[in-house]
Every structure is written in C-alpha cells, then in structure tokens.
C-alpha cells in the first residue's frame, strides 16, 4: 500500500541511482533507430545549479525523455567548460587563503597543476546537481573542454584556420581588465549606470591667441594620448578650423583639426577629442584616417613612458585629478556638468575595463559569419521563437574580428611558436614548430610557445562536434552530427550559437543543429532579475529541500511560454508540489478500490459511456502534449497534462465512477471493467507525465502494479488506435461536465449556501437529454448538490436560468436566498470593480507612469485589469439573472 504522503527526498535519493546504473541514459551508435541529438549547453566547471540552469536542463531532460520513450536512440551530451577567467580566480583566491605562493611565484607549470588538483575535487559539483534536478544526460559521455581529445580538436581548428589565413595576428584595440591582466569578450564586460561629469576642457588654437576649441570628455585623462580634435563637417562653428591644429595641454603636442561625420554637432560642444589606443569609436576614426595611436597606460592602468614625466606609474584616476588640478590652474577647464552615464566594468574583476590597444590573435569572424547567415536564411536551422533570428541577423551582419587570445594560463594554450627576428610557427606540436623553424634557420634555433591561451567560447565553438571525436572519422560523428536541437539562453546567441554556426559549418560543411529554441529569462516574482546586490536569488535546490524536484521541474515547464520572461515564486512551486500530492493522493484511492494494472487489459473492451470518454480525454492529453512539445511550447504541454490529471481524472472520472465502484451496483462486470479502465487511465498518466514528473510517477509506477522489474524510465510512448474513440461517449459525458459546471457557476455567482440542497428543473428537453438525466441522476444530484431534477412546463418566480443544449434549466432560489439582498451585493460588487477599472484605466493614461514605471509594474496592472474586467462581466450577468 502507498505511504499516506509522497515523500520527494526519499523518493529521489531511491530512484535516480538505479536510474544511472540501469544503463537507460546511454545512446547507442549501433542501434538500429532513428537518433535524436542534444548537445548540453556546457556549464562552468566554477559553478552551481542556478535557476536558469534548472529550467536550461529540465527543458532538455523533458526532450530527450521523451524521445527516448518513442524508441529513438538519445543522445544527450553532457559536460562542463574550463572556463578559463573563472576557474583561474577561483584557484589563484584559494591559493592566497592558504597562504600558499601566488601563481607568479610557483610559475606556469606548477599553477596549472594546482588548478587540475582543484578541478579534480570540486570540478563535478554542477554534475552532482544536476543529478537531484533528475537530469539523464548520458553521464559515461561526459567530455570536459580541456579534456585531451577536445584539446586536440582545437589545435587542429587553430592551425587549420590560421593555414586558410583566417586566424592571425595584429594590434587592435581590446577590453582590457587591469586586475586580471587579460583582454575579455564583451560578454565579460557589465556595463552599470553610474554618477559621473562632464568636463569641458578648451584646447588652444595654434598660432590663434585666445582661440580656442573647446571640448567635452567624461575621461579627461586619456588626453595624454590624444592624437586629434574631430568635428562634424556641416557644423558652421568650425568650419574655418578644418585642418589646422590645436595644441594639446599639458602636452603640448600639437593635434590636427579633422572633419568626420561620426561627431554629433549637438553633443557636447559638438567637438571631440580623438585618442584611438583608449576608446573603441577613435579608433576607428583614427583607421579612416590614418592617425597615430599613442598607448598611455601599461597593463595595471598606470600612466606608461608615453606621457610627461611627471604623470608616469599614476593609476589612471589619480593621473584625472592631477590632470584637472593642472588644467584648472591653466585656466583651460571650462565647465562641469554632472551626468549619469554607462561604464564598463569586468564581470570577474569587478574593476573599470580599460580599452587598450595590443598585440592579440583574432578569427576573421565577418568571413565565417557569410555562411552562417545563409544557413538561417534559407532554413537549414531555425530559431523558436522566429523573432530572434533577427538578434541573430543584426549581431552577424555587423561582426567583428573575433579577438581570440587571452592572457591567462589556465585554458588552450595558442599553439604557436617565436623564433629569431620575430618569426612565428603555427602548428599542432612544438616538434612540428621546431621542424619547420629549422628549415629556416638551422639545427640550433630555439623556439618559444606564445604563453597567451585561447577565449573559452573557442573551444566551446567546437563543442557540437570536438565531443564526438572530432576530428577523427568516428561513428558518433556520422551518427548525432548535426543535432537537432539546442536548448539555450537568448543571452549567448553571439557568443555561443553564432560561433558554433561558423565553425561546425567551416569544418563539417552542415550546421550544428537545425533549430535552436530560445527559452526566457527566469526572474522573481516581481519580474526583476535576480542578482545578489538585490538579495532576490531564489536557490533550486533550496526549493528542491523544500518541494521536490519534481514540483520545481513542473514550475519550469509550465511558466516556459515562448517569448515571456518566467516570474518564479516560492507560491507557484509549492502550487505544482500540490498537484504531485493530488496525483499520489488519486494513485492511494485507486489502490485501495481495487484498481490495478492488467497487463491484458485492452480499452477497446469499455462498453460504459463513463470509461470511453476518459479513454477518449486521454488521446486527447497525449495528442495535446505531442503538438505542443514538436512546437517547443513546454508550457502547454504541461498544461494539458495539469487538466486532464486535475481536472478531467480527479475531478470527474474519479467522482463519476465512485456509483460504479459503489456496494450499491451490482453489476460485477461493470465494476471490474471501471476498475481495469481505472487502473489503465493511471498508467497512461504515469507514463505520459513521466518526462516531466520522472520521480513520482516512477515511485507510483514501481508500487501500483507488477512490473517484472521495468522501469519507467525505458517504457515505451504510448500509441493509441483512433477507433479507441467513441464520439457519442464523449459528447454524452462533456455534456454532463457542463451542466453539473454551469449549476455550480450559478450557484457560486448567487453566493447560494453549500448546505443547501435545491431542485434542478428542466423544460423542453427532447429525449435523449431525458435518458441522460436519469442515467446520470446519481452522479448529478451529489456532484450540484441537488434535492431532485424535475420536468416543468413553466418556471415559478424567483428561478434563475441557464440554456444547456437544447434544453433550458432553473434553480428555483426565491426560498432559498435573500433577492433583494442578493441584488445589492452584486451591485455594490460590480460599482466597486468599476471604480478599480477607471483606477487603471486613468494610470495607464498617465503618460508620465506609463515612462517611468518598471516593466513588471506595468504587467501587473495590466494583469489586475484583466482579471477586474472579467470579474465585472461575472458579476454583471449574475445581476441580470436576478433581473430577469
């Protein structure tokens, strides 16, 4: 017999072990069926279960679940990344805890050691919980990006590249943190709105005294590196400046006066100061037209060689306020003006990023993304929901060199060799680099490996295809290449999908997967995201403790609309804990009536009305969650699982069945056949829920029935037969559902006591609704909480109607309820929700809230309109009842 509660925590720690060692998660390149691929979205060896990762992967366990129960052979891939800024840290901060030696100090080799010692204890953390999510990734599988057989596929990416000459070398300008002392992705920079000025500076004109142009900077002291003055050619005010120079203070270098239309006349002063070794705009400006770049800072943001004298080893904003002393005491600072305005810090680092110009490797991205963008364009892969292939399209079509290198140790170290006079040896093995420095300069060349290693996202491009045995010619490469979907993020679609395009298309000439759905951002309940600085993180597995992973998976899938941000609350999980308890609940009460599994048991035997149309309602769930889920809308699949269990089974079968299973019914067959139906129906649930409820539905599985030790991880999807459906059945039994609905609306709307048993009348009824009323009076009668039903010819005064079919009903109410009374309460309750409306009504025309207002304070009125409006027309109808 079932526990009297469902226990989560006992039920997983039982199951997910048996699970895992049964061998179920594992894909299989000889089998004989069609595969069905996920490439796991690898997490940060650094990292914890988060909520997006608990949404990510329970999306991604529902999929291959669900494919693997319709006989495909699954392959989920998992693993994690290096990542290398992350992991660096967290080692080099454990270290100095320790009070052991910094990385400089034991040097390169015996640091990376550390960090594989590290790895080796508390790499697997995220893979643990992954497990109590109730993932089932094909664990033996598990590749690391730093593992040897994927270190070996990104040296042959990087030489094969650099052969095609789409990698190279060259000086740009990069995101450079000067704590880390690396250049990072955009990805890596957090850009926060912070209080700053706006400091207007005037600038001598050569050979002009008391001339001057005047210029508006919010980091005057990058002006050490200014090599120009940049205005709007149309702009009246210095038109006659044109070519001519300034002379830079403090500097006293004289700077050319240069047209270009990039300057906004109405910024500022409308004139700009050009300095293209520290900001990415000058820089290209300085490209057009060709000027110098001079580099102030070194790599800890200290003022280098390149300024006075008197600046030199200043850190950057100590060398602003020695600048601004200087030009005020020259009389040259103008004005100040306080503003607010973006600036990027490191997202590791947590420190201002610093543009720096410097010498870096780079992938001639803009010519990889020309075959990417076709790819979509023409449907080779498409993005659920469409409206991001536009993100897609305008990040690709505006691509940039992707800056590859990054000065760190732990991570791919750039395969790449300096010899005498600057010469460089790309190649897969320092022996190959050697052969080749020799040809060129003699058996006595020596040869250094650049120490830079490479960006995170370059290995994490080759992750759909290096995981299969890349570049060897394997059956898993020609088996699950490419995948057929990937589950991801809206935030990584550049850094991620957009490089996985390019590079599974460059080397195994086909996109890496043929769609990509997009799930939302999981944010609090007021619809803000989470951070820590707000204190608004909600822990999974805090509400796995609490809930269940089962209820917190339900949650996810559930609110996973496309195109609509999750806002998660302790509220609605424990919401969908409630739902596991009703199902466990419902298994108990079918035990205990009887009803258990026959494995001979065949639908098609139900003759009951009763028993074919919730045979009928189970087709119905299955079709409902199969179109959803081939559309990637998690949510309503879930919801069409949460009705028929809730709703359709509980509800009403159940209820209907009860006369049945009653002593009161003597008809054996009857209730064996309710019985079987009974049982069956549960399993069907079991089954179909099981990709989304995997440990309940397993434990109610394992307990209700002999299994011969099956589980239900490796049962197979169900498939029904359309002649299992019995059209007039379902028409017979929806037709109950509704009557008993409407008289309980009506009931509810005119605030009639739940004590209080009334009698139903019916006129102009034909026959067929006769024969149904007194086939279904039992059920009728308990479930409106009825004295009788009888047949009138005419309604008396004081009853309220309702129209079912073809027939007409009343609820005699005049002995029943206060009328009059009834009838003031409605109308007080409709006049106060039409106060409420016009409230909203005249917030929403505020132009000034509607502005200012946070996003998820403007949903949530809208939300409270909705939900007033509806109430009102409620209300409203129930109030011309009594009228009428």
């Given at each position: 017999?079932?526990?009297?509660?469902?226990?989560?925590?006992?039920?997983?720690?039982?199951?997910?072990?048996?699970?895992?060692?049964?061998?179920?998660?594992?894909?299989?390149?000889?089998?004989?069926?069609?595969?069905?691929?996920?490439?796991?979205?690898?997490?940060?060896?650094?990292?914890?279960?988060?909520?997006?990762?608990?949404?990510?992967?329970?999306?991604?366990?529902?999929?291959?679940?669900?494919?693997?129960?319709?006989?495909?052979?699954?392959?989920?891939?998992?693993?994690?990344?290096?990542?290398?800024?992350?992991?660096?840290?967290?080692?080099?901060?454990?270290?100095?805890?320790?009070?052991?030696?910094?990385?400089?100090?034991?040097?390169?080799?015996?640091?990376?050691?550390?960090?594989?010692?590290?790895?080796?204890?508390?790499?697997?953390?995220?893979?643990?919980?992954?497990?109590?999510?109730?993932?089932?990734?094909?664990?033996?599988?598990?590749?690391?990006?730093?593992?040897?057989?994927?270190?070996?596929?990104?040296?042959?990416?990087?030489?094969?590249?650099?052969?095609?000459?789409?990698?190279?070398?060259?000086?740009?300008?990069?995101?450079?943190?000067?704590?880390?002392?690396?250049?990072?992705?955009?990805?890596?920079?957090?850009?926060?709105?912070?209080?700053?000025?706006?400091?207007?500076?005037?600038?001598?004109?050569?050979?002009?005294?008391?001339?001057?142009?005047?210029?508006?900077?919010?980091?005057?002291?990058?002006?050490?590196?200014?090599?120009?003055?940049?205005?709007?050619?149309?702009?009246?005010?210095?038109?006659?400046?044109?070519?001519?120079?300034?002379?830079?203070?403090?500097?006293?270098?004289?700077?050319?006066?240069?047209?270009?239309?990039?300057?906004?006349?109405?910024?500022?002063?409308?004139?700009?100061?050009?300095?293209?070794?520290?900001?990415?705009?000058?820089?290209?400006?300085?490209?057009?037209?060709?000027?110098?770049?001079?580099?102030?800072?070194?790599?800890?943001?200290?003022?280098?060689?390149?300024?006075?004298?008197?600046?030199?080893?200043?850190?950057?904003?100590?060398?602003?306020?020695?600048?601004?002393?200087?030009?005020?005491?020259?009389?040259?600072?103008?004005?100040?003006?306080?503003?607010?305005?973006?600036?990027?810090?490191?997202?590791?680092?947590?420190?201002?990023?610093?543009?720096?110009?410097?010498?870096?490797?780079?992938?001639?991205?803009?010519?990889?993304?020309?075959?990417?963008?076709?790819?979509?364009?023409?449907?080779?892969?498409?993005?659920?929901?469409?409206?991001?292939?536009?993100?897609?399209?305008?990040?690709?079509?505006?691509?940039?060199?992707?800056?590859?290198?990054?000065?760190l140790w732990w991570g791919h170290q750039i395969p790449a060799w300096y010899g005498p006079e600057g010469s460089i040896y790309v190649a897969e093995t320092e022996e190959e680099a050697l052969a080749e420095a020799k040809k060129q300069w003699g058996d006595d060349v020596r040869i250094e490996q650049d120490e830079d290693v490479l960006d995170t996202w370059f290995s994490s491009a080759l992750w759909p295809f290096s995981t299969l045995g890349w570049p060897d010619e394997t059956k898993e490469l020609k088996r699950y290449y490419p995948g057929d979907v990937l589950v991801t993020g809206f935030d990584i679609i550049f850094f991620w999908v957009a490089r996985m395009m390019m590079m599974g298309l460059y080397f195994m000439k086909d996109v890496p997967f043929r769609k990509v759905y997009i799930h939302a951002l999981v944010r609090d309940a007021k619809g803000q995201k989470m951070s820590k600085s707000k204190g608004n993180i909600i822990d999974p597995l805090e509400l796995i403790d609490q809930y269940g992973a089962d209820a917190l998976r339900f949650t996810m899938i559930a609110m996973a609309a496309q195109g609509r941000d999750i806002r998660l609350s302790t509220d609605r999980v424990e919401g969908y804990r409630n739902f596991a308890t009703k199902l466990w609940n419902a298994s108990r009460y079918c035990q205990m009536n009887g009803c258990h599994p026959r494995v001979d048991y065949k639908p098609e035997s139900a003759k009951h009305p009763v028993n074919q149309w919730v045979i009928g309602k189970i087709m119905d769930a299955k079709a409902d969650v199969e179109a959803a889920l081939a559309a990637y809308k998690f949510n309503d699949a879930a919801t069409a699982l949460y009705q028929f269990v809730w709703n359709t089974f509980c509800d009403w079968y159940l209820e209907f069945t009860k006369p049945l299973l009653g002593e009161g019914n003597s008809d054996d067959a009857l209730k064996q056949e309710t019985r079987d139906t009974t049982a069956w129906i549960l399993d069907q649930v079991l089954t179909i829920l099981n990709p989304f409820m995997p440990y309940i539905t397993e434990e109610l599985h394992e307990s209700l029935g002999v299994r011969d030790g099956k589980m239900l991880l490796t049962s197979e999807w169900p498939v029904y037969a359309d002649s299992l459906k019995n059209k007039a059945s379902i028409e017979e039994i929806e037709w109950l559902c509704t009557l008993v609905s409407t008289v309980r609306s009506l009931r509810a709307d005119m605030n009639v006591p739940a004590s209080a048993k009334i009698n139903l009348q019916v006129k102009e009824e034909n026959a067929q609704t006769q024969e149904r009323l007194k086939r279904h009076e039992e059920v009728l009668l308990r479930l409106a909480r009825l004295e009788k039903v009888e047949a009138v010819s005419g309604f008396g005064k004081g009853a309220v109607q309702m129209l079912v079919g073809e027939a007409t009903y009343a609820l005699p109410l005049a002995d029943i309820i206060d009328v009059s009374k009834e009838r003031e309460r409605l109308q007080k309750e409709v006049e106060r929700l039409k106060n409420e409306i016009s409230k909203i009504h005249a917030k929403m025309a505020n132009k000034e809230f509607v502005e200012k207002a946070p996003e998820e304070i403007i949903a949530e009125q809208k939300t409270r309109l909705a939900d007033f409006e509806q109430a009102q027309q409620k209300f409203s109808a129930a109030l011309s009842q009594l009228a009428a």
């Amino acid at each position: 017999m079932l526990d009297k509660t469902f226990d989560p925590k006992l039920v997983e720690k039982r199951h997910y072990p048996k699970w895992e060692q049964s061998g179920a998660f594992a894909a299989n390149p000889e089998r004989n069926t069609t595969p069905y691929t996920i490439m796991i979205p690898p997490p940060n060896v650094t990292g914890s279960l988060h909520m997006g990762h608990a949404l990510n992967m329970t999306l991604q366990d529902v999929l291959t679940r669900y494919h693997r129960m319709k006989g495909q052979d699954a392959l989920w891939m998992p693993g994690t990344d290096h990542a290398g800024i992350a992991t660096q840290m967290v080692v080099e901060r454990k270290l100095a805890a320790e009070g052991q030696p910094s990385r400089r100090e034991m040097g390169r080799q015996e640091f990376l050691n550390k960090v594989w010692e590290w790895k080796a204890e508390s790499g697997n953390t995220i893979t643990t919980q992954l497990r109590r999510l109730g993932a089932t990734p094909d664990w033996a599988r598990e590749r690391f990006t730093m593992d040897e057989g994927l270190s070996k596929a990104v040296r042959r990416v990087f030489v094969q590249l650099h052969k095609d000459k789409l990698i190279y070398r060259d000086k740009r300008l990069v995101n450079w943190d000067p704590k880390l002392h690396t250049a990072i992705s955009d990805l890596e920079v957090e850009s926060k709105d912070t209080k700053g000025h706006m400091w207007y500076i005037n600038y001598p004109i050569e050979g002009q005294t008391e001339r001057f142009i005047t210029i508006a900077t919010t980091r005057p002291e990058t002006m050490l590196g200014d090599v120009a003055i940049c205005v709007n050619p149309d702009d009246e005010r210095y038109k006659d400046l044109h070519g001519k120079f300034a002379i830079l203070p403090i500097v006293g270098r004289p700077i050319k006066i240069i047209p270009d239309s990039y300057v906004d006349a109405e910024a500022g002063s409308g004139a700009m100061k050009v300095t293209p070794a520290h900001d990415f705009n000058d820089f290209e400006i300085g490209k057009r037209h060709n000027l110098e770049m001079i580099n102030i800072f070194d790599i800890n943001a200290h003022v280098n060689e390149n300024a006075p004298a008197e600046y030199r080893g200043l850190d950057r904003f100590d060398a602003r306020k020695k600048i601004l002393a200087e030009l005020e005491a020259q009389d040259l600072l103008v004005k100040v003006d306080n503003i607010s305005h973006s600036v990027p810090y490191g997202d590791r680092s947590g420190v201002v990023v610093e543009p720096m110009l410097s010498d870096q490797w780079y992938c001639d991205a803009p010519k990889l993304a020309v075959e990417a963008v076709k790819a979509v364009e023409d449907g080779r892969t498409e993005f659920v929901p469409k409206q991001w292939e536009n993100t897609y399209y305008a990040w690709m079509r505006n691509i940039e060199p992707w800056c590859i290198s990054r000065q760190l140790w732990w991570g791919h170290q750039i395969p790449a060799w300096y010899g005498p006079e600057g010469s460089i040896y790309v190649a897969e093995t320092e022996e190959e680099a050697l052969a080749e420095a020799k040809k060129q300069w003699g058996d006595d060349v020596r040869i250094e490996q650049d120490e830079d290693v490479l960006d995170t996202w370059f290995s994490s491009a080759l992750w759909p295809f290096s995981t299969l045995g890349w570049p060897d010619e394997t059956k898993e490469l020609k088996r699950y290449y490419p995948g057929d979907v990937l589950v991801t993020g809206f935030d990584i679609i550049f850094f991620w999908v957009a490089r996985m395009m390019m590079m599974g298309l460059y080397f195994m000439k086909d996109v890496p997967f043929r769609k990509v759905y997009i799930h939302a951002l999981v944010r609090d309940a007021k619809g803000q995201k989470m951070s820590k600085s707000k204190g608004n993180i909600i822990d999974p597995l805090e509400l796995i403790d609490q809930y269940g992973a089962d209820a917190l998976r339900f949650t996810m899938i559930a609110m996973a609309a496309q195109g609509r941000d999750i806002r998660l609350s302790t509220d609605r999980v424990e919401g969908y804990r409630n739902f596991a308890t009703k199902l466990w609940n419902a298994s108990r009460y079918c035990q205990m009536n009887g009803c258990h599994p026959r494995v001979d048991y065949k639908p098609e035997s139900a003759k009951h009305p009763v028993n074919q149309w919730v045979i009928g309602k189970i087709m119905d769930a299955k079709a409902d969650v199969e179109a959803a889920l081939a559309a990637y809308k998690f949510n309503d699949a879930a919801t069409a699982l949460y009705q028929f269990v809730w709703n359709t089974f509980c509800d009403w079968y159940l209820e209907f069945t009860k006369p049945l299973l009653g002593e009161g019914n003597s008809d054996d067959a009857l209730k064996q056949e309710t019985r079987d139906t009974t049982a069956w129906i549960l399993d069907q649930v079991l089954t179909i829920l099981n990709p989304f409820m995997p440990y309940i539905t397993e434990e109610l599985h394992e307990s209700l029935g002999v299994r011969d030790g099956k589980m239900l991880l490796t049962s197979e999807w169900p498939v029904y037969a359309d002649s299992l459906k019995n059209k007039a059945s379902i028409e017979e039994i929806e037709w109950l559902c509704t009557l008993v609905s409407t008289v309980r609306s009506l009931r509810a709307d005119m605030n009639v006591p739940a004590s209080a048993k009334i009698n139903l009348q019916v006129k102009e009824e034909n026959a067929q609704t006769q024969e149904r009323l007194k086939r279904h009076e039992e059920v009728l009668l308990r479930l409106a909480r009825l004295e009788k039903v009888e047949a009138v010819s005419g309604f008396g005064k004081g009853a309220v109607q309702m129209l079912v079919g073809e027939a007409t009903y009343a609820l005699p109410l005049a002995d029943i309820i206060d009328v009059s009374k009834e009838r003031e309460r409605l109308q007080k309750e409709v006049e106060r929700l039409k106060n409420e409306i016009s409230k909203i009504h005249a917030k929403m025309a505020n132009k000034e809230f509607v502005e200012k207002a946070p996003e998820e304070i403007i949903a949530e009125q809208k939300t409270r309109l909705a939900d007033f409006e509806q109430a009102q027309q409620k209300f409203s109808a129930a109030l011309s009842q009594l009228a009428a």
